[in-house]
Each structure stands twice: as C-alpha cells, then as structure tokens.
Antibody, heavy 120, light 110 residues
Framework: EVQLVESGGGLVKPGGSLRLSCAASGVTFSSYTMNWVRQAPGKGLEWVSL????????YYADSVKGRFTISRDNAKNSLYLQMNSLRDEDTAVYYCASKGSGSQSPFEFWGQGTLVIVSS | SYVLTQPPSVSVAPGQTARITCGGN??????VHWYQQKPGQAPVLVVYDDTDRPSGIPERFSGSNSGNTATLTISRVEAGDEADYYCQVWDSSSDHPSGVFGGGTKLTVL
C-alpha cells in the first residue's frame, strides 16, 4: 500500500521559514515525479512545485518562485519543501503527491497533508 | 495562464445522475483528471486521462472531454458521493509546465 506522510507544518511568523518533509513507503519512490499541492482554508487546490524522479527538472508556481525550494532524497524515500519569506497567503494545508513520468500524468497518490499557518 | 472553470455547486437526488463540467480553452486537446475530496480528507483521483478510472473507483464514475468542456458524470448517485470535485490539467503554454486546477464543485446529494 502506498503511503505518503507529510510533516513539518506549524505556526510561523510572516517572513519566517519552515521545512516540510514527505516520507514515502510502499512505492518505488525514485520512479515518480513528486509534487507539492496546497489548499488554503476553505479554498481550492493549488499546485506549488514539482521535481522529477532524478532531479532532472524542477518547476514552481509563480506564487512561490524564488521563496520555496523543492528537493528530494531518493535514498531516504523523502521529499522536501523549504519555504522562506513566508507570507500570510501561504497559510494552507500542504500535500505531497506523486505523479507518473508522463507529461500529462495525474496526481496519483496523496499524503494526508500538513498545516502551515503564517501569522503574527 | 490557463484557466479552468467549474460551477461552484451541483445538487442531485440519490439515484440520479450528476454532471460536473470543467471549461477551458480547447480543453479537448488536453488530458483532464478529476479528484474527489471529502471534508478533512486528502483528494482522491477518480478519473484520469479524460475517461479512465483508477483501480477501486466504481464504474458509476465516468468522464468525457471535447471542445472547450470536460465532464465528470456520476451515475446512480449515493449519499457517499457528496464531496468537492476538482478537475485538473497540465499547462505548458508558458516556459515551464504548471499544474492547473479548477475552482472545485461541491456536489450535494439531496
């Protein structure tokens, strides 16, 4: 059974930093493109970033470019999101989600999410 | 950037058919995926590549995509289908691919 488990969320002040982690099990982690998707309270889903299976390419949504950094460690079956210069509007549940290698593949498996609250 | 438009809400009686639309410019040329999200839970993929169902998803869930509209159809709706539904595509019109979600549709089972 595929399991993705996020951690690292919490309360942080505007301008602060936070590092999220996503631990994968039950899946050949190194075969999947991994993503972060977020959902602000009461709002819809927003794609944040993706990293290819071998770190060949990395992309970000314009809303986080220059502030967030995605990374992965295939040896540890783990995905990360370093979030700097956090803003109120970054408050959301952050999900990690796996995606196949095809350019138009869906988000196949999702974690349960970790809540990030940016507030003074 | 590419925009996907969904109706905010759809209501249907149990046993009837629910249709949730997702509009986008020439969306028929893209692969559309649909996710179901119940309160307090992570999204679940219910239809991918316009028409395919992941293992474990009932045949009552089906999809279509043509022109400027993709549609998720739920036949013989049950109370347990009440949830938010999101369509999603990958947009490559800018210098890099971006995941794009519709605004979501709340399905209410009357």
């Amino acid at each position: 059974e595929v399991q993705l488990v996020e951690s690292g969320g919490g309360l942080v002040k505007p301008g602060g930093s936070l590092r999220l982690s996503c631990a994968a099990s039950g899946v050949t982690f190194s075969s999947y493109t991994m993503n972060w998707v977020r959902q602000a309270p009461g709002k819809g889903l927003e794609w944040v970033s993706l990293i290819s299976s071998r770190n060949t390419y990395i992309y970000y949504a314009d809303s986080v470019k220059g502030r967030f950094t995605i990374s992965r460690d295939n040896a540890k079956n783990s995905l990360y999101l370093q979030m700097n210069s956090l803003r109120d509007e970054d408050t959301a549940v952050y999900y990690c989600a796996s995606k196949g290698s095809g350019s138009q593949s869906p988000f196949e498996f999702w974690g349960q999410g970790t809540l990030v609250i940016v507030s003074s | 950037s590419y925009v996907l438009t969904q109706p905010p809400s759809v209501s249907v009686a149990p046993g009837q058919t629910a249709r949730i639309t997702c509009g986008g410019n020439n969306i028929g040329s893209k692969s559309v995926h649909w996710y179901q999200q119940k309160p307090g839970q992570a999204p679940v993929l219910v239809v991918y590549d316009d028409t395919d169902r992941p293992s474990g998803i009932p045949e009552r869930f089906s999809g279509s995509n043509s022109g400027n509209t993709a549609t998720l159809t739920i036949s013989r709706v049950e109370a347990g289908d009440e949830a938010d539904y999101y369509c999603q595509v990958w947009d490559s019109s800018s210098d890099h691919p971006s995941g794009v979600f519709g605004g979501g549709t709340k399905l209410t089972v009357l």
